[in-house]
T-cell receptor, first 111, second 115 residues
Framework: KQEVTQIPAALSVPEGENLVLNCSFT??????LQWFRQDPGKGLTSLLL?????REQTSGRLNASLDKSSGRSTLYIAASQPGDSATYLC??????????FGRGTSLIVHP | EAGVAQSPRYKIIEKRQSVAFWCNPI?????LYWYQQILGQGPKLLIQ????????DSQLPKDRFSAERLKGVDSTLKIQPAKLEDSAVYLC?????????????FGQGTRLTVV
C-alpha cells in the first residue's frame, strides 16, 4: 500500500521568500507524481505533473523535482507572494495501487 | 475547455437520510474518480471508473455508498443512509486515461454536512 507524507504540515513566511515543500512516498513504482493547489472551500488545481521518467518540471515560479529511487519529490516556489497562500498537495499514481494523496502543506505568505 | 462540473456545491442533511451527488467530467476523458476529503486530510479515493466500468472501488463503503457512470460520461455518487462521519467534501476528477501519465483535473467539490 502506497503512503504519501508531506512535510511541513504548515508553513508561514514573509513575502519574497523562496520555499521548499517536501513529499515522500513509500512505493517507488509510480507512473507519475502530481502537485496540486487547493484554496479554502475549493477543488484542486493541478500545478505540475512529473512523469516517472522525468526528473523535474517547471511552470513559472514553480519547480518540482522527482527522485523515484529515494521516494521523494520537492516543490520549489520562488519569490513567494500572498496569492500563493493555499494548501499544496502531492499525489502519486501507479499500476499496483490506487492514486494516493498526502495530507498537504498549508502555506501562508504574509505581506 | 469546460472543466469538471459538480452539483450541488453544498448539502446539509440529517443522519440516516440519503443524498446524491452529480459529476460531469471533461469531454473525452475516459477516467472518472470520486474522492472523499475530510477536513484537514488529503483526498481519499472512493471509486475509479474507466469509461463505464469500475477500475477500483476498494475504499468505497459499499453498505451505504454506491456510484454509477452513465454511458461512460456523467456519474452519480449516492449515500444511503448517511452517517455523521460522512461529513466531508466529495470531489470528482477526470483524466484522459487510466493511470498512465495523464493529468487529473478536479471539480469544485460538494461539501456535505450530516447533522
Amino acid at each position: 500500500k502506497q503512503e504519501v507524507t508531506q512535510i511541513p504540515a504548515a508553513l508561514s513566511v514573509p513575502e519574497g521568500e523562496n520555499l521548499v515543500l517536501n513529499c515522500s512516498f513509500t512505493d517507488s513504482a509510480i507512473y507519475n507524481l502530481q502537485w496540486f493547489r487547493q484554496d479554502p472551500g475549493k477543488g484542486l488545481t493541478s500545478l505540475l505533473l512529473i512523469q516517472s521518467s522525468q526528473r523535474e518540471q517547471t511552470s513559472g515560479r514553480l519547480n518540482a523535482s522527482l527522485d523515484k529511487s529515494s521516494g521523494r519529490s520537492t516543490l520549489y516556489i520562488a519569490a513567494s507572494q500572498p496569492g500563493d497562500s493555499a494548501t499544496y498537495l502531492c499525489a502519486t499514481s501507479g499500476g499496483s495501487y490506487i492514486p494516493t494523496f498526502g495530507r498537504g502543506t498549508s502555506l501562508i505568505v504574509h505581506p | 475547455e469546460a472543466g469538471v462540473a459538480q452539483s450541488p456545491r453544498y448539502k446539509i442533511i440529517e443522519k440516516r437520510q440519503s443524498v446524491a451527488f452529480w459529476c460531469n467530467p471533461i469531454s473525452g476523458h475516459a477516467t472518472l474518480y470520486w474522492y472523499q476529503q475530510i477536513l484537514g486530510q488529503g483526498p481519499k479515493l472512493l471509486i475509479q471508473f474507466q469509461n463505464n466500468g469500475v477500475v477500483d472501488d476498494s475504499q468505497l463503503p459499499k453498505d451505504r455508498f454506491s456510484a454509477e457512470r452513465l454511458k461512460g460520461v456523467d456519474s452519480t455518487l449516492k449515500i444511503q443512509p448517511a452517517k455523521l462521519e460522512d461529513s466531508a467534501v466529495y470531489l470528482c476528477a477526470s483524466s484522459l486515461f487510466h493511470t498512465m501519465n495523464t493529468e487529473a483535473f478536479f471539480g469544485q467539490g460538494t461539501r456535505l454536512t450530516v447533522v
